[in-house]
């Protein structure tokens, strides 16, 4: 672990047990390698902690493991030019900048965003499709419109959700379907 890994201060409370108990505040980077349940890349920040020598070793190495697997927080223009490759520039009369506003609005461009509504379906990731009508959550058995399980929407590959939304883009509301968009 690097020094710059480690940043704060050691209080040495006492004696416990077998060893020193030692009560670090600190922020830890995930062995250089940016953590994604933070927004800051790279930076894990951490409450106080009362940590054994062995195990403070491990946290950093733990933390990353147990991190949501396979959602991204993408960048705005990363995110613009995945978009625009995949053809929604113009698609419906939307501009490349009416799809960023929307995955902006709905989920600042983090792909593993689940929000639980009140009739019980679920908005999920980066541009909050429901379960209500577009994809699969087996506990309702809705309509599935773009025959997809509702967990294909939460990784970091997006094409899936790109095709779903330019399909409901293609309903009679295009974007207004979405609750941020007024256009």
């Given at each position: 672990m690097r020094s710059?890994?480690?940043h704060g201060s050691v209080h040495t409370p006492g004696?416990?047990?077998e060893g020193l108990m030692v009560v670090f505040s600190f922020s830890i980077g995930c062995l250089g390698v940016p953590c994604?349940?933070?927004r800051s890349p790279g930076i894990m920040s951490f409450p106080t902690l009362f940590l054994g020598k062995k195990l403070l070793l491990l946290l950093p190495l733990l933390m990353c493991f147990t991190s949501r697997v396979g959602g991204k927080i993408f960048r705005r223009c990363e995110l613009a030019h995945l978009l625009k490759v995949s053809g929604l520039e113009g698609y419906r009369g939307y501009s490349l900048a009416d799809w960023v506003c929307l995955a902006f609005y709905e989920s600042h461009f983090d792909t593993a965003i689940v929000d639980h509504e009140a009739d019980g379906s679920t908005s999920?990731?980066?541009f909050q499709i429901n379960s209500h009508l577009w994809c699969e959550d087996y506990k309702h058995f809705q309509p599935n419109f773009?025959?997809?399980h509702c967990s294909d929407l939460l990784t970091s590959d997006i094409k899936d959700d790109i095709?779903?939304?330019m399909r409901i883009a293609q309903g009679p509301r295009g974007l207004g379907a979405w609750y941020h968009c007024s256009v």
């Open positions: 710059s890994d480690v004696i416990s047990g994604p349940t933070c999920n990731g980066i773009c025959k997809m095709v779903c939304a």
